[in-house]
C-alpha cells in the first residue's frame, strides 16, 4: 500500500506526534450500505473527537506503515489494502481542521475501484 499525503495532511500530522490512525466505518442508506474511511492524529476512543462513532468503539487490529516521515496505524477489516492511501487536511478554520483519508483517491470504500492512475 502507498501512502499518498499532501504537505498539509503531513505538517498537520507531524505537529500532532507523527501518528495517524485510520479505520473502516461503515454507513447505512435507504437501500443499501457503504464504507467510509474515519482519519484521527489519534487512536480510536482516546478523545472525544474518536469516540463519536460506533465504529471507533469496536475493537481495532491495527497493522502499521511507515511512510514520509509519519506512521499510518491502519485497520481496514476483512478487506484487502487499497493500492493507495491518500491523506489530506481539511477545514479553514483552526477548530475545524481533521485529516480525511481517501481508498484509492476515493470517499468510498471499495476493493473493486482501480488507482487514480489507472482511471
Not at 59 to 69: I, L, R
Not at 83 to 107: M, Q, V, Y
Request: proline share 7%; glycine share 8%; hydrophobic share 35%.
Amino acid at each position: 500500500m502507498k501512502v499518498v499525503a499532501t504537505d498539509r495532511a503531513l505538517d498537520f500530522i507531524q505537529d500532532r506526534g507523527g501518528a495517524v490512525w485510520v479505520w473502516l466505518w461503515p454507513k447505512r442508506g435507504p437501500v443499501s450500505g457503504w464504507f467510509e474511511l474515519e482519519a484521527h492524529c489519534e487512536p480510536p476512543g482516546t478523545s472525544r473527537k474518536t469516540k463519536f462513532t460506533q465504529a471507533s468503539r469496536r475493537v481495532h487490529q491495527f497493522k502499521q506503515v511507515e511512510s514520509q516521515a509519519i506512521t499510518v496505524h491502519y485497520d481496514f477489516g476483512r478487506m484487502d489494502e487499497p493500492d493507495e492511501l491518500h491523506l489530506d487536511r481539511k477545514g479553514l478554520r483552526k477548530r475545524t481542521r481533521r485529516i480525511e483519508a481517501f481508498w484509492n483517491g476515493s470517499i468510498f470504500v471499495d476493493a473493486g475501484l482501480p488507482p487514480p492512475s489507472e482511471s
